[in-house]
């Protein structure tokens, strides 16, 4: 640092300018992010009325209690998880299975890059309502190929509907996967594969002991990453579900979002959304300490 | 390489057997992974007794481009797209800039509490939107911001991920070019715009294609703090289509190639840095 | 690094731990009053007096309240209005409850049935009986059983609107192909159940019967029965506390819907998220009835005629349903005047409301729209007469408002978590459809869970 050589009334201008360029970020975070946090704390030990202006009433952790015992919450909780379960893996081997096949430097490879990646260009919503309609129960095209055409639609049967909701989900998100994959793919030095195959290692020895260990880093951000997002999705069940049959798609989001917008109860939405914010808390705080120890060693 | 090559016409052919079955899975997969956009694409041209007759037809032997004219007009596409593109664009700026200044305070300036400060940046990457959202959907109903741009733009204009990236790039700047052009007499502001930012520019503009991406998707926010269609934007206008146009799904799908385009063209543009920021995080490790 | 990560979860949790400890101020919703300050008009500084009306009409729709707006707004010099589409039902409640935490709010609001209870409970509108009596208006030529609909304890909330019910629909050339009379379509569930066995027996449709899984079986089935579905008089002596539904005429309902199924002589087509799969089973050729909202009818009659699809020919009849003193219950919206206007613009927007009601505007709102008029006397309108005489298929839902007696039962539910108690309702019938849960059991959850969320709803307004 050189701040030596600088005259006191310029140290201070320059703290002053420091705090000037982080003012407007912390402004909009004290607003948008530290007081509603807050408040959700707050709203949490408060029956809210179903109407703004009329008065809230203390009940200390009698509603956390109520909340997080009620069959609904544990159901939305499992349904939730259960997304995460069948969408994050799903994802990242399709989306590895992808990239290793496109990893390697054959004829027309550009084209069948850009197709495996052209699902970001596509959105939850765009996906939801292509799948949507595809899966109509009357005119879908999926459902006439599943030989279903005019009985109990996919998203309204509760044995399917969660797992329609996650194949749309997979598939959107599949060209990011196949992004991440590719990129982490590069970062493998190819002289090691060499190395390995000079060994006289088979084709798949070699993947299963060097890339995929290589590759643990990527894998893991993925599987966090993936995780975190996928416990927030909203969108496709909003556009494909509603959270419904019975609930089998009531994922926590959702969830909170009905008894907001639908029920006017944000005191049990703080709950749920504080739930929400604890699942994913020690998803970062286990990436974070995995970042440092088993991930690293790759390196 | 191996030292003694096994020829023969054998080894060749497997080889190339090997090889014309590579194509062949990756050939299928392609084709699953396109088909749903191939349909939408297929079906918005189709009419809508022509999408509901069985067996399905996949090749669009009259197209009808109506669809995407109604769209346009009676579904309010041109004007979801246009809030759209306001919303991403301003989210963007906003993004890059709130976090190029921060980064520039954090990186460069000495000021008493500024790990502190920094610490509150990053903690806020801890608290998704989704815990807060109906919380900020008061203070913005409250605000009066209800159906306005700035209701949807402000609760994203500040990012502690970008900051953190920025003040990543930015430490990477050699120290004694700071000190060079504190001694050319370069005020902080000079420097920022013609030595940092211009060194730091990958993962400016990796920071840009992220934001204008995550901005551009939006679906929940845009839902619950827009009722009508002034400020509404295009995925949400989705499902307002979707709604309005059970009877002619053809303009549902039209509906959807149209709010993708802007996407893929921005993609077709900016694919390196698109990469670059998706990996970001991965990077970081 | 490792020290930054922990006061990173430090500052954090002390962040939130201080904010929680802050209390967030409430303000009491402006002060309640219950006049009606119908000359204010007079006294208003500048006209015209601008006001605004949020509405949740379709686009078709739209257009003729658009123009009934305009036509308002020439007539006279002294109000203006100014609509604006709020895009469905839930977004405006939605918006407007966001609204009276200080807001935006309009000066008119169009506000679906089931919020009825909720708009009372919001302490924010100014009620129409206040208007009404401030204003010496007569009331006799509603039809009697909208203006009981929008009557809780002896007051009038919201004024009628846009009213609709649901009707039966089924394909006459269907019927006929399975040689049933397709001009004496079935009126009682037993008759339902037989023609769908003809359907399907003679191969004419998949299933006979779509069913929307929709919780106005239970609704409006018990109201033509003549049975009430919350207590204290349907909430309308005093809030309920509980539903009564979970008697034997419920487990009827229940056991015809689930017997249907099973025999595979109905079709569930889900709940109604957004979707009119019931409907495109009959287009498709799945099914050849159903019941769905006579608010539907202009759509249907459209597409129709598109000739999207040639092998159906719409016919519509009367809801069927259990035999009993009672009848149809009332659907659609209502307008309320919140408190929140200034005198000048309540009185504004009374004078708007009125014309609206206006026997010559809402047959021609029914035209345009196929919504039922609220005024009796609107029928013998010659707009109206002529266009029921070419489509009578529209004045079915009419007819069914105005048979039957008017009791308790007709009136309808007053309930605070409305939509609340039609999930549980719309969940035990997904679970006795597609879960193999018996109807007894089915409907008893359905109690359940209802008489839970009433519990918790009234804990939060008390």
Redesign the interface.
């Known amino acids: 640092m050189s701040e030596h050589v600088r005259a006191p009334g310029r140290r201070a201008k320059d703290a002053l300018l420091g705090y000037a360029l982080v003012a407007p970020s912390l402004v909009l975070f004290g607003v948008f992010v530290f007081y509603p946090f807050g408040k959700n704390f707050w709203l949490a030990l408060h029956r809210t009325p179903p109407f703004p202006g009329l008065p809230k009433k203390y009940v200390g952790l009698d509603q956390v209690g109520d909340v997080l015992s009620s069959p609904e919450f544990q159901k939305s909780l499992k349904v939730t998880v259960l997304f995460v379960l069948y969408t994050v893996p799903t994802g990242i081997v399709l989306g590895l299975l992808l990239a290793v096949l496109a990893h390697r430097q054959l004829k027309g490879m550009t084209v069948y890059r850009t197709i495996f990646s052209s699902t970001v260009a596509t959105s939850v919503a765009a996906a939801s309502v292509i799948f949507f309609t595809l899966l109509n129960p009357q005119v879908g095209l999926f459902t006439y190929w599943l030989g279903r055409s005019g009985d109990l639609g996919v998203l309204e049967d509760p044995t399917t509907a969660l797992i329609a909701v996650s194949i749309t989900t997979i598939w959107q998100t599949l060209g990011l996967s196949f992004i991440l994959m590719s990129a982490g793919l590069q970062g493998v030095p190819d002289d090691l594969e060499e190395a390995a195959a000079v060994d006289g290692a088979s084709a798949p020895r070699r993947f299963w002991h060097v890339t995929l260990p290589m590759l643990s880093p990527t894998l893991f951000f993925a599987a966090v990453v993936g995780s975190i997002t996928a416990f927030q999705a909203f969108g496709q069940i909003d556009l494909l579900t509603e959270g419904g049959p019975n609930n089998e798609t009531n994922v926590l989001v959702y969830s909170v979002y009905k008894d907001v917008f639908r029920y006017g109860n944000d005191g049990v939405a703080a709950v749920k959304a504080i739930a929400l914010f604890f699942i994913v808390l020690i998803l970062t705080v286990v990436q974070l300490r995995f970042a440092e120890r088993r991930v690293s060693y790759a390196r | ?2 030292a003694e090559r096994p020829a023969g016409v054998a080894e060749r052919r497997r080889r190339r057997l090997r ?1 014309a079955g ?2 062949l ?2 050939t299928g ?2 084709l699953v ?2 088909f ?2 191939y ?2 694409v297929v ?1 918005s041209l189709l009419r ?2 022509q ?2 007759a ?1 067996p ?1 037809s996949l090749f669009p032997t009259d197209p009808q481009w109506s669809s995407y004219r109604i769209a346009w007009t ?1 579904g309010h596409m041109g004007r979801y797209l246009l809030n759209s593109a306001i919303v991403t664009t301003a989210i963007m700026v906003g993004q890059v800039v ?2 190029i ?2 980064a ?3 990186a460069f ?4 509490g ?19 959202f ?6 913005i ?4 911001l ?1 159906d306005t741009y700035g209701g949807l733009i ?2 994203f ?4 991920f970008g ?1 953190f990236l920025l003040r990543q790039a930015f430490l990477t700047v050699p120290r004694d070019l ?2 060079a052009a ?1 001694l050319d007499g370069y005020g ?1 502001f000079r420097f920022l715009w013609h030595v940092a930012v211009p060194l730091a520019r990958p993962t400016v503009a990796a920071l840009g294609v992220f934001a204008f ?1 995550s901005a ?2 939006q ?2 926010w845009p ?2 703090a827009t ?3 002034h400020a509404r934007t295009v ?2 206008g ?7 146009s ?2 002619n ?1 053809n303009v ?2 039209a ?2 190639v149209l ?2 385009i802007p ?2 063209l921005l ?1 077709l543009v900016f694919q390196r840095q ?2 670059r920021g ?2 970001a ?2 990077v970081k ?1 | 690094m490792h020290r930054a990560r922990r006061s990173v979860l430090l500052v954090a949790a002390v962040a939130g731990i201080a904010l929680a400890l802050v209390p967030v101020g409430a303000s009491p919703a402006g002060a309640a009053s219950g006049k009606c300050p119908v000359k204010a008009l007079d006294q208003a500084k500048s006209k015209p007096v601008d006001i605004v009306m949020w509405h949740s009409m379709p686009r078709a729709s739209e257009e003729t309240l658009q123009r009934l707006t305009d036509q308002f707004n020439a007539s006279q010099g002294d109000v203006r209005v100014k609509l604006l589409n709020t895009t469905s039902y839930d977004d405006t409640f939605t918006k407007y409850r966001a609204g009276l935490g200080g807001g935006d709010l309009p000066d008119v609001v169009q506000i679906q049935d089931t919020s009825l209870q909720g708009m009372i409970d919001s302490q924010s509108v100014v009620p129409i009986a206040a208007c009404i009596k401030a204003d010496k208006y007569d009331t006799s030529d509603f039809v009697p059983r909208v203006l009981d609909y929008w009557t809780v304890a002896n007051t009038l909330y919201g004024m009628p609107f846009n009213v609709s019910n649901p009707v039966f629909y089924y394909n006459k050339l269907a019927f006929e192909k399975a040689g049933l009379d397709p001009n004496k379509p079935p009126a009682t569930l037993e008759e339902v159940r037989a023609a769908a066995q003809k359907l399907v027996d003679s191969g004419t449709t998949k299933y006979g019967y779509s069913i929307k899984l929709d919780p106005w079986y239970l609704e409006h089935w018990l109201a033509k029965a003549g049975k009430p579905y919350v207590n204290n008089s349907n909430g309308r002596k005093q809030r309920a506390t509980s539903v009564v539904f979970d008697t034997k005429a419920g487990q009827e309902i229940f056991s015809w819907l689930d017997s249907m199924v099973d025999d595979k002589l109905a079709l569930n087509t889900g709940p109604p998220a957004g979707n009119i799969d019931n409907l495109l089973a009959i287009g498709a050729g799945n099914a050849a009835m159903t019941i769905d909202t006579s608010g539907n009818l202009g759509t249907i009659l459209q597409v129709l005629g598109s000739g999207q699809f040639p092998n159906v020919e719409i016919g519509v009849a009367p809801m069927p349903g259990p035999v009993g003193k009672g009848g149809v219950l009332v659907g659609g919206a209502a307008l309320y005047i919140p408190k929140s206007s200034s005198p000048e613009k309540q009185a504004a927007a009374w004078k708007f409301i009125k014309f609206l009601d206006e026997p010559a505007s809402q047959a021609q709102w029914s035209v345009g729209t196929g919504y039922v008029p609220v005024r009796k006397s609107a029928i013998e309108d010659p707009v109206l007469e002529a266009a029921w005489a070419k489509t009578p298929e529209y004045k079915v839902a009419y007819d069914q408002l105005v048979t039957g007696v008017n009791n308790v039962a007709t009136a309808g539910p007053v309930i605070g978590p409305y939509s609340a108690v039609r999930e549980a309702v719309v969940n035990a019938l997904t679970q006795m459809l597609t879960q193999g849960v018996d109807p007894k059991a089915a409907l008893a959850t359905a109690a359940d869970k209802s008489n839970q969320e009433i519990e918790a709803y009234n804990a939060r307004v008390g």
């Open positions: 390489m191996r090889l590579r194509y899975l990756m997969l392609a992974v396109l749903p956009i349909i939408t079906n809508p007794d999408i509901a069985r399905p009676d709130l976090a200044l921060a520039y305070a954090f300036l000495e000021f008493p500024r790990g502190v400060l920094f610490v509150v940046f990053l903690a806020t990457m801890m608290v998704p939107f989704e815990v807060v109906f919380t900020n959907y008061h203070t109903a409250d605000l009066g209800l402000l609760p204009l500040a990012t502690g900051a700071r000190d504190a902080h991406l551009w998707g679906y929940l839902l619950v009722n009508d269609e995925q949400v989705l499902r307002q289509l979707r709604d309005t059970l009877d799904i549902t799908f509906g959807v709010a993708s996407l893929v993609l698109l990469v998706l990996t995080g991965a490790g």
